[in-house]
């Protein structure tokens, strides 16, 4: 059998937790604990962030939260974090999202609709910060 892209989204979708835009602005305003995930590419993630987010794109996340990995994103290996992953949309970050629960990451969450929804809502996007 084939699937197509948006069947392995909806596949994804059905194995996550999805916030709207509001509810994760005012996750984010009333905690401090949340890791912000985007995992778009870099040139789209020089356009604009939301908050402080870590840049990991989904073409290798995998092997960046693998603790034996080279290159590893060190601020995510932690399994017990609470992670709100985004991208432009919210089909990367669903399939991103479903990937990290698989790897046995517990709380990760997906923005419905991505950073595309997240500014259609009234919300900031800013320049990331580079350090």
């Known amino acids: 059998?084939?699937?197509t892209?948006?069947?392995l989204i909806a596949h994804a979708k059905s194995h996550i937790v999805e916030w709207n835009a509001t509810?994760?602005?005012r996750e984010l305003a009333a905690r401090r604990d949340i890791v912000l995930l985007d995992v778009?590419?870099?040139a789209e993630f020089s356009e604009g962030c939301i908050g402080n987010a870590c840049n990991v794109p989904r073409g290798v996340l995998e092997f960046k939260v693998d603790p034996s990995y080279p290159a590893c994103e060190k601020a995510l290996l932690d399994r017990d974090l609470e992670i709100l992953v985004y991208c432009k949309t919210g089909g990367?970050?669903?399939l991103a999202a479903h990937t990290l629960k698989q790897l046995g990451y517990g709380k990760v969450i997906s923005l419905a609709g991505g950073i595309e929804s997240w500014k259609e809502s009234g919300f900031s996007a800013a320049a990331p910060q580079i350090s």
């Open 92 to 94: 990367r970050s669903a």
């Open 1 to 3: 059998m084939n699937f």
């Open 23 to 25: 509810t994760a602005a």
């Open 5 to 7: 892209t948006q069947d």
């Open 40 to 42: 778009r590419e870099p």
